[in-house]
C-alpha cells in the first residue's frame, strides 16, 4: 500500500490525483485557508517531494505529468481568489522549443511544474524561430526565457536565439538532451539544468 502522509492534499498531489486535489483545495478554502498559504506551505511542498523523488530515480516521467496536473487542477480552483488579492507570480517565463526542433515533452514538463510553482508562463510552442522568440520578449517582458532542443542539429538555433536576446533585459536558461553545462556557458546562457525540477529551482533562484 502507497504511504500516505497527514496533509490529504499534499498527498493527493503526491499521487498524482486531480480531481482528488481539486476537491481537498475547494474543501481547504471553505474552512478559510488563504489562497497563497494553500500554494506555499502544502502544494510547492508535495512537488518539492516529487522531484526529490524523481532525481534519486523513485519515480518517473508519467509520475511527474501526473503530479503536475495534480497541482495544477487544485491551482485552477484557487485562480479567481488569487486574482482577487492581485498575488503577483513568482515570475513570467517565456518557453520554447527553437527553431527546426519538434519535440516538446521536455518543454511541456518543465512549463507545468512552472506554472505549479507560481511562474506566469508563456508557451511558444515547437520550431520558435529566434525573430519570434525576441517579440514575444518585447511582448511580455518576460523574467525569464527557456529554451529547449532535444536533437543535436538543432544547437546552432539555441546559440542564435541566445545571441538574438542578448540586447533584451532578460535572462535566458537552456536545457534539453544534447545540451551540456558547458555547452550552456559557451553560448552565453545564464543557466543550464537537465532535468524539469532543477529548471523550477534554477528559474526561482534567477528571480
Do not use: W
Request: overall charge neutral; charged content about 25%.
Amino acid at each position: 500500500m502507497a504511504k500516505l502522509y497527514p496533509d490529504p492534499l499534499y498527498d493527493a498531489i503526491l499521487r498524482g490525483d486531480g480531481k482528488i486535489a481539486a476537491a481537498l483545495t475547494a474543501e481547504a478554502l471553505d474552512a478559510g485557508a488563504a489562497p497563497l498559504d494553500i500554494v506555499n506551505s502544502r502544494m510547492i511542498p508535495a512537488m518539492d517531494e516529487v522531484g526529490r523523488r524523481f532525481e534519486a530515480r523513485e519515480c518517473f516521467v508519467p509520475e511527474l505529468l501526473f503530479s503536475g496536473r495534480a497541482m495544477k487542477a487544485g491551482v485552477a480552483v484557487l485562480q479567481p481568489l488569487l486574482k482577487q488579492t492581485q498575488a503577483e507570480p513568482a515570475g513570467t517565463v517565456l518557453i520554447a522549443t527553437v527553431q527546426g526542433d519538434l519535440h516538446d515533452i521536455g518543454k511541456n514538463l518543465v512549463a507545468l511544474l512552472l506554472e505549479g510553482g507560481g511562474f506566469r508562463v508563456h508557451d511558444m510552442g515547437v520550431d520558435v524561430t529566434p525573430a519570434k522568440v525576441v517579440d514575444a520578449v518585447k511582448k511580455f517582458r518576460p523574467d525569464i526565457v527557456a529554451l529547449s532542443a532535444l536533437l543535436t542539429v538543432t544547437l546552432p538555433a539555441m546559440k542564435t536565439t541566445v545571441d538574438a536576446l542578448r540586447r533584451e533585459q532578460v535572462k535566458v536558461i537552456v536545457g534539453g538532451a544534447p545540451v551540456t553545462r558547458q555547452y550552456a556557458a559557451e553560448i552565453g546562457a545564464d543557466g543550464y539544468s537537465d532535468n524539469a525540477f532543477g529548471a523550477v529551482r534554477l528559474a526561482r533562484s534567477l528571480v
